[in-house]
């Protein structure tokens, strides 16, 4: 009974106050908070303090976009990066890690962790092991709050 009345109380504050949104909105089990991230813009370069022995490419993905957590009345505006590896010299030049492929002025759905966003789904989960390699989460380089 007890318990039943401290959800009851907990999830009681959430309406009453949803400007709270990391204590009030959906986490999952993992930590992260579900959000659909919309991209701004996207940049792709080569960083040049990467993979500089031959036998690897790297390309860095630079994204801004903006994501609202649910219950918050503000959207919060970030700068993502993710670099991408194709190792060389094997019989495999599939990428080993990759990036989710994003397009400026569409929606992702994504999850919010402390430090990345990542936009793998549970197919891109299962096929780790197969000849994509392993998805990156995206690096939360700078976020700052919308009005």
């Known amino acids: 009974m007890r318990k039943r009345f401290l959800l009851l ?7 009453i106050f949803p ?3 990391y204590q009030c909105s ?13 991209v701004t813009s996207i940049k792709k370069d080569q960083p040049e303090d990467t993979c500089v022995t031959g036998t690897c490419s790297a390309t860095r993905f630079t994204v801004e976009g903006y994501a609202r957590i649910t219950g ?4 919060t505006r970030y700068v993502l990066t993710c670099i991408e590896f194709i190792q060389f010299g094997t019989n495999n ?3 080993s890690m990759y990036c989710a492929r994003l397009r400026a002025n569409a929606a992702f759905d994504g999850k919010l ?4 966003i990542s936009f793998a789904d549970d197919d891109d989960r299962k096929n ?4 994509k390699g392993l998805m990156a989460s995206y690096e939360i380089e700078s976020q700052q709050e919308m009005p």
């Open 113 to 116: 962790y402390a430090d990345v």
């Open 72 to 75: 918050d009345l503000h959207s």
């Open 26 to 38: 959906a986490q999952q089990a993992d930590g992260a908070i579900p959000i659909t991230f919309h």
């Open 9 to 15: 109380s907990l999830s009681m504050l959430c309406w």
């Open 128 to 131: 780790a092991s197969s000849h």
């Open 19 to 21: 400007s709270t949104p």
């Open 93 to 95: 030049v599939n990428p």
